[in-house]
């Protein structure tokens, strides 16, 4: 028998366009956010993610808050951060924002931790990017202990200590399930394994396939540290649309922007029409039809035994009413569609 996966759906909160082209304002874009997160919630996605960023192309800073909106007005759906960024963060604060969260939603809150791909936060809150590696492990080891909700006593170099002090409110059920994002890198998964955290693969480029390495080494390490299995998730972008074609034609040119714009900033060459497709067709973009999407996501939980399929369904300025028509058809129809093909005896079938 298959096991239960989890499927969700995510955003980074990008700044979308209006139907002539027009930047919308924030606050536009915040409002849809909670509206995407309602309709994913309406159609049956067990979690919906909202990521944390600090710099213009993006609305949402605060995940917390938007996802307490969405809690108002939802019922079953999770709400988890797509990204909190720890490093530039305190994890005392990060506890009891979503311990509050956890409160307003009835206990659907969940984190997801990481390093931050951007790195605009750290000037913001007074952080030396000299530090990166450090405040990561130290943050990551003081929240492992937050997270029992009993009193924490700890030390690290870059922190004020902390002497049994319990930090409130506690939770209802005494457990806010946190994981840990990793982009690919062995040390970001030993070390998710060391705290006992489940671990969040960020595929955003190349075959999925080739995370299997991550995934075994994940599970390898539990097993050294004495933990018990925990489990893998995937966060790869896609979009759904009727055919094919209209959905790698709606998505094209707002990745081309996106992905040149920050590309410019990385200095990674500039993203061609050729590649796109590629990454379409045999990497990490699920993208297509209801059929076509499905049969991807069963590829990547088949072959990364993974217990839970996020899709980021926003990229750059994609609009609004482009995503929630995603949202619907992944919901509806690419969902049940991966669940009847995991259920299926052999791997052959998809």
Known sequence: MAKNVEFGADTFGDVTVDAAGERLPYGQVIRNVIEEGVLADRVGLDNFGVGEHHRDDYAVSAPEVVLAGIASRTERVHLSSSVTVLSSDDPVRVFERFATLDAISGGRAEIILGRGSFTESFPLFGYDLGDYEQLFSEKLELMAKLLTEEAVTW??????????????????????RTWVGVGGTPESVVRAAKYGFPLVLGIIGGDPVR????VDLYHRALDQFGREPLPVAVHSPGLVAETDEEAIETLWPHTEVILNRIGAERGWPRLTREKFEADV???????????TVARKIARTVRALDADRFDLKYSQGTLPHER?????????TEVVPRVRELLAQETPAAV
């Open 281 to 291: 067709h045999e990497g990490a973009l699920h993208v297509g039809s209801p059929e």
């Open 155 to 176: 030390e690290g170099g870059l922190r004020a200590a902390l002497d049994n002090q319990h930090v409130y409110p506690k939770t209802e059920s005494g457990h806010i």
């Open 211 to 214: 995370f299997a390495s991550y």
């Open 323 to 331: 995503m929630m028509t995603g949202i619907e058809l992944y919901g």
